[in-house]
């Protein structure tokens, strides 16, 4: 993100008075909370959604106040960096919430804007836990499972109910009265269209995930490691997915510096046909888990700013950073962290994930564990468990 980008002086009024606000400031929360919108709005034409999201949400009707997406970051030192960005686009939507009173909100991930929010509208006496009107739900709550646990009473404390996507996610918060429930992964659901599917004669997949920042430090090792893959597997092709225009230009930005590489190299903007791949090498982000789900062989890739991977290993207590890994307990896709993510060994892991058809069987029988743990019981979905607050 640049700090060149501009901070509205204010949010566009709403068209009308507003049913929903949704808040989601990643590729991958604007992508599962348009699901949300399309389906509630199949069901209620009439239903009045506005968002701070990003083009997804637009489509699927919402009226988008500001796109969130275009500014996404990670990592205690960039967040730091931005600070003043952040702090002007927060106070603005608190001025827009009190102004224009939705008559829910639902925050969806993000937790480092959304749980500031929550707590500032608690504060101003807009929320129901602060007296006021407003309802405010959680859908894809933050990972307390992993670190600031605590946050789950300040979570009590702010929020009127949480829709989790991972079962074991419900008993993180046992020992609060904040109603949770488990409504089933996104790209669990029966009719949820993976963006991959495995094809063995298929170029590989690289993907560094939606974040500029990250591109910019991952992509590079992606490519160093497709190289050293290309000397064994010398025909070996490679496929780019990117979310947003932005990213696409930070992609041929670090692609021209490897002009080795730029005929073997396609850039493809992600869309809803499935894509297909033999192999991948990929960041940790939610994008490796639908890699997962469709059974693709590989690895994933990691590397943020020395002093914010410092700082997340004090904090951060788990034994992998791939969600998949986690789900199942053991490294479905080998991790390769700051140091670890070295050419030779990737390139490696993408020769092993091609040539070996224990790879790609170990995949296919991961995704099939995957998916059943990731289906709820009960069959509700998070379009019914957000209805029900739009209803209370």
């Known amino acids: 993100m640049s700090d060149s980008i501009p901070i509205p002086v204010d949010l566009p009024a709403p068209e009308g008075p507003v049913d929903l606000l949704l808040v989601a400031g990643e590729h991958s929360g604007d992508e599962h909370a348009a699901e949300l919108v399309a389906e509630l709005r199949a069901r209620d034409p009439n239903l009045r959604v506005a968002c701070l999201g990003g083009v997804r949400l637009q489509a699927a009707g919402a009226q988008l106040l500001y796109d969130l997406t275009a500014v996404s970051i990670v990592g205690f030192v960039e967040v730091l960096r931005h600070y003043g960005f952040f702090k002007s686009l927060f106070d603005r939507t ?51 499972w992993a670190w600031k646990a605590k946050r789950r009473f300040q979570m009590e404390a702010t929020l009127d109910r949480l829709g989790v996507i991972f079962p074991f996610e419900v008993d993180c918060f046992a020992d609060t009265g904040l109603p949770v429930e488990f409504v089933g992964h996104p790209f669990a659901k029966s009719a949820h269209r993976l963006p991959f599917v495995h094809a063995k004669e298929a170029p590989a997949l690289l993907l560094p995930g939606s974040r500029r920042q990250a591109v910019g430090r991952i992509f590079p090792l992606l490519l160093a490691g497709f190289r050293e893959a290309l000397a064994d597997l010398p025909d070996l092709r490679a496929r780019v997915v990117y979310p947003s225009e932005g990213i696409r230009r930070v992609l041929e930005a670090v692609l021209a510096q490897h002009a080795d590489l730029k005929e073997r190299v396609e850039l493809v903007e992600k869309d ?63 991790e390769y962290i700051q140091g670890a993510a070295q050419p030779k060994a990737l390139g490696a892991e993408l020769s092993r994930a091609l040539r070996e058809p224990k790879a790609a069987a170990e995949a296919a029988a991961g995704a099939s564990e995957l998916r059943e743990l990731l289906r709820p019981d009960h069959g509700t979905s998070a379009a019914d468990w957000l209805e029900r607050g739009l209803r209370e």
């Open 94 to 144: 608190v001025d827009w919430i009190e102004r224009h009173r939705p008559r829910q909100i639902c925050f969806v991930d993000y937790p480092g804007f959304n749980l500031r929010l929550a707590e500032r509208l608690r504060r101003r006496g807009l929320s129901r836990k602060g007296g006021g009107s407003i309802a405010l739900s959680y859908y894809i709550g933050p990972q307390i």
């Open 272 to 334: 809803d046909e499935p894509l297909p791949a033999s192999a991948v090498l990929m960041s940790s982000g939610t994008m490796s888990l639908s890699v997962a789900l469709s059974g693709i062989p590989g690895a994933i890739v990691y590397r943020l700013n020395p002093l914010s991977y410092w700082l997340g290993r004090a904090l951060v207590r788990i034994d992998y950073i791939g969600i998949s890994n986690l789900l199942l307990k053991r490294p479905l896709h080998p």
